[in-house]
């Protein structure tokens, strides 16, 4: 049914907070949707002396998003950044489903409701895609305004390089992998969270990380349930109440005011309807988003975090080991070197990572600041917007009467 | 003969008023006919008749049919001398001149009565002085255990002349309601008036209130229950026949009234009801009426049409009142969960923001909880009320087939007994003969008046179709705009809240 779907975007509202600066900027300037993945066409500005040109655009797809990301995960030299956490993978397949269910229930209803609902599902789908066309904006943009991360080589490859990436999906055995290594991450975890840390910042920050992101986690979860239940509460039932008495007055002989009466109300009951889908829409944009982004970002922080702390147990495991080839004489240069070493990413860690979290609580700020003002002149908006069209319609209804 | 004969001489202005609700059924004011048949009349109506399978209507001294009951009764000697002289005068004044063409007259003239009722109808909304507000309040407990009832206070105000004060209360209980709907069905409704259905009894409910559980499932109940008693009181004395009915003025201005047993569920009327029921049923399956009257056989499709459709929606309104209280209860939690979000916020003003954002949420939480009550009380019990209209209507019209299926009968048997005359005609039995003859006279009589009643009742179905549809646009109209009036309230409230939220927002820095 949906062939494929091609949105061109204008610069759209970051859901982050980013300044973008003449050196660097990129954005996805196309998407384009087919069968079972989404291309994207990032395009790229840059005065930085590292690209051919100065202006270029590349196609890509969201596993090579993906490569990105984990390049930085893996890479040491980053342990002391909040990695942008990557975007989510685009999920069309409720959507899809919908859309093939009505195909089917095509005979079942009149062409009216059937071009209505196939509207709604349509706009539904152009919604999604344009929200995961957003998210993998938002991550692009993050590394760009790094001052670290928009060097790294992967990234200008990622925006320079014109042919497919080769970046297959993981396999089984990597995914397995992947589940061994995130359940061991999180008993180690455990334990390095439960040393308690000198620095005060860093202590205060873990507790509050902590907090913050199982909060975020549970409103996210609830904001996106209230906002299913606002979709699904429709005035549709009484629309059709009136759209049936309407037809079943036009078989009798009713006097045409009465006819009017009805196709009044139910042509206002269309228009508010319009507007409560509007909410519902603004609302998943301005805070659903908004909360299941920080709800990312904050397990980004926490993973900083972790990797600091793992860092300081090295260290302390290096302490003790260098203590103990001391104490035996044996080993002690080995013990010495491996201690330094230690002792010199742990402090590059600390550095880096304080100033990470206190720029992330700056963005985290703006973010829910902007969000917040622009929900709420969206709902005023919808409401005044809802309550002329009401006011207006009853005026007319009860002049008539 | 009897068409002919029933035309009015059309001075008779008095009838062509016929919404006008006080003089539907004027006192006849002079039997214009010849003298023999109208001293008869008099001297009958002063029997009083009790309750008869045919008689129409219970004595009432406003009530035009009270002389035709009594002279065309089927026991009352008298008929015959009636009979004999032509039409009963009394019984053409109430034809008005149009109508009494009406059924033998195709479709066309059928659309235009209809249309031009229904017009004058809608002028008549303009100076419609029906001035009666009944209100049902203050549900009391009465009495404890499993004998406790709820009693309501009914309270009448009006400026009709047919009350005795103009504002006055009593108090009844739901049993009270029952009895009087049993009336009124067993009087009006096989004639052909749209009796308004009482609320429906509900075991469940009742039992909680009566066990006294004090919670809000009950209160619900009981408000449901008041609300629809109201509306049904208000629907019976809307009706310009049901209104003047003794009965009712009964039930509205004395003070005691005798307990309606026979409306309990499991008793023996109550079986009998059931039983006769089923055997309605039955028989209207295998009445095969001729219909004659394309108006009716319309009509009646158009009901049978608007049944399913009310159905559905009521149905499909009861499943937006699910979805609007399951979006009130994920604002309540959404709500929560941005209280605690704010909390653990170390930002102040953000953690500030947060918290209002909660408050603001709550509110709203509340306002779908309102919005859904009021999509609830007036939309799915008004269609719930018509649901149960409809099924008076349809009865209604059951009961003219029925009528007509007693004339065709006295028709048939009729003709069996002139072929019976006939044989006997050529035996030396003069006894026999005379009796034949007696007999058919008898019957001759019977199918006029199967005749005459059938009539009657179409003309009245016609009458009552016609205010049912004008009350139902009006019932519907005046749901709708209230309910708009609602969606502006909860509009105007969000505006509030958010307006006072925003401030906060902006403030986040």
């Known amino acids: 049914m949906m062939g494929y779907l091609s949105v061109s975007l204008q610069p759209r509202a970051v859901n982050v907070d980013l300044q973008t600066d003449a050196t660097l900027q990129v954005d996805i300037s196309d998407a384009l949707s087919e069968r079972d993945k989404v291309k994207f066409t990032v395009h790229t500005k840059s005065t930085l002396p590292n690209f051919k040109q100065s202006e270029f655009s590349v196609v890509r797809q969201h596993e090579e998003f993906i490569w990105l990301h984990d390049s930085f995960v893996e890479n040491e030299d980053y342990a002391g950044y909040i990695i942008p956490p990557a975007p989510p993978r685009p999920d069309f397949d409720a959507s899809r489903e919908k859309l093939q269910k009505l195909g089917e229930g095509e005979g079942s209803m009149t062409k009216e409701e059937f071009t209505k609902m196939k509207q709604e599902l349509e706009a539904e789908y152009l919604a999604i895609f344009k929200k995961t066309v957003a998210m993998h904006e938002v991550f692009l943009c993050r590394v760009a305004a790094h001052p670290v991360l928009r060097k790294d080589l992967n990234f200008h490859v990622f925006l320079e390089y014109n042919q497919d990436l080769s970046v297959r999906g993981k396999n089984k055995k990597e995914k397995l992998e992947d589940f061994f290594k995130n359940v061991v991450k999180s008993a180690d975890g455990v334990l390095v969270a439960g040393v308690k840390d000198v620095d005060d910042f860093f202590e205060h920050e873990k507790t509050f990380l902590l907090e913050y992101h199982n909060r975020v986690k549970d409103a996210s979860a609830k904001s996106d349930r209230m906002i299913r239940s606002h979709k699904s509460t429709h005035t549709t039932a009484l629309l059709r109440i009136l759209l049936h008495h309407y037809a079943y007055y036009c078989t009798t002989t009713a006097p045409l005011r009465i006819l009017l009466f009805f196709l009044k109300v139910s042509e206002l009951f269309e228009k508010t309807r319009k507007i409560e889908a509007r909410v519902a829409a603004d609302e998943d944009l301005k805070l659903a988003d908004l909360l299941k982004y920080y709800l990312r970002e904050s397990q980004a922080a926490k993973d900083l975090l972790y990797r600091r702390g793992r860092a300081l147990v090295d260290y302390e495991n290096a302490n003790k080991a260098l203590d103990k080839a001391r104490a035996k004489n044996r080993d002690v240069l080995q013990a010495e070197t491996s201690q330094q070493l230690c002792c010199h990413k742990f402090e590059k860690i600390s550095e880096s990572a304080k100033q990470e979290l206190i720029d992330f609580k700056t963005r985290r700020v703006a973010a829910f600041r902007k969000n917040l003002v622009e929900l709420a002149e969206l709902e005023l908006k919808h409401a005044k917007g809802n309550l002329q069209l009401l006011q207006s319609c009853l005026s007319v209804l009860k002049g008539d009467t | 003969m009897a068409d002919t004969a029933r035309d009015p001489p059309p001075e008779q202005t008095d009838f062509q008023e016929l919404e006008d609700g006080e003089d539907l059924f004027p006192e006849p004011a002079a039997a214009p006919e010849s003298g023999p048949a109208s001293l008869p009349a008099e001297d009958v109506s002063t029997n009083s008749n009790g309750p008869k399978q045919d008689s129409l209507f219970d004595d009432d001294p406003e009530d035009l049919f009270a002389e035709a009951t009594e002279e065309v009764s089927l026991d009352s000697p008298e008929r015959d001398v009636l009979l004999s002289d032509g039409p009963s005068p009394a019984i ?361 009643d059938f009539e009657q009742i179409s003309k009245t179905i016609r009458k009552e179709v016609s205010r049912f549809e004008k009350e139902r646009v009006k019932d519907f109209k005046s749901v709708i705009i209230k309910y708009l009036e609602s969606l502006v309230q909860t509009q105007q409230q969000l505006i509030k809240y958010w307006e006072a939220f925003l401030p906060e927002a902006k403030a986040i820095s």
């Open chain 2, 92 to 452: 053409t004044p109430i034809t008005p001149p149009t109508s009494v063409i009406t059924p033998r007259i195709g479709h066309a003239h059928d659309d235009m009565f209809t249309h031009s009722s229904f017009d004058e109808i809608e002028e008549e909304e303009g100076g419609d002085s029906f001035d009666i507000h009944i209100a049902v309040s203050d549900p009391e407990k009465v009495g404890d255990g499993m004998n406790a009832y709820m009693a309501y206070k009914v309270t009448t105000k009006t400026s009709l002349s047919v009350f005795k004060q103009g504002e006055f209360s009593v108090k009844r209980r739901f049993s009270d309601f029952l009895g009087l709907h049993s009336k009124l069905a067993s009087k009006y409704l096989h004639v052909g008036y749209i009796v308004p259905p009482a609320p429906e009894k509900s075991i469940v409910g009742m039992t909680k209130v009566k066990v006294g559980k004090e919670d809000q499932s009950s209160n619900e109940f009981v408000e449901k229950r008041r609300s629809a008693l109201e509306r049904y009181l208000m629907r019976t004395v809307k009706h310009p026949v049901l209104l003047k009915d003794p009965d009712v003025l009964q039930f509205l201005e004395s003070s005691e009234l005798p307990r309606a047993v026979s409306t309990q569920a499991l008793s023996s009327a109550g079986l009998l009801r059931m039983v006769n029921k089923a055997a309605d049923a039955v028989n209207k399956m295998t009445i095969k009426m001729n219909e004659s009257d394309a108006w009716f056989e319309e009509k009646q499709q158009q009901f049978e049409n608007l049944d399913i459709q009310l159905r559905k929606l009521h149905a499909s309104v009861e499943s937006l009142v699910c979805h609007r209280k399951e979006l009130s209860v994920n604002t309540a939690l959404f709500a929560k969960s941005a209280a605690m979000l704010g909390n653990s916020e170390d930002h102040t003003a953000l953690s500030r923001a947060l918290s209002q954002l909660a408050e603001v949420e709550e509110k709203i939480d509340q306002l779908h909880q309102d919005q859904a009550n009021a999509d609830f009380y007036l939309f799915s019990e008004l269609l719930g009320d018509y649901v149960r209209l409809i099924t008076a209507v349809k009865g209604v019209f059951d009961h003219r087939m029925k009528t007509w299926q007693k004339w065709q009968d006295s028709q048939m048997l009729l003709q069996k007994k002139r072929e019976a005359e006939a044989k006997l005609q050529f035996t030396n039995k003069p006894d026999k003969l005379q009796q034949a003859k007696d007999e058919i006279k008898e019957l001759e009589g019977k199918v006029q008046q199967g005749e005459r």
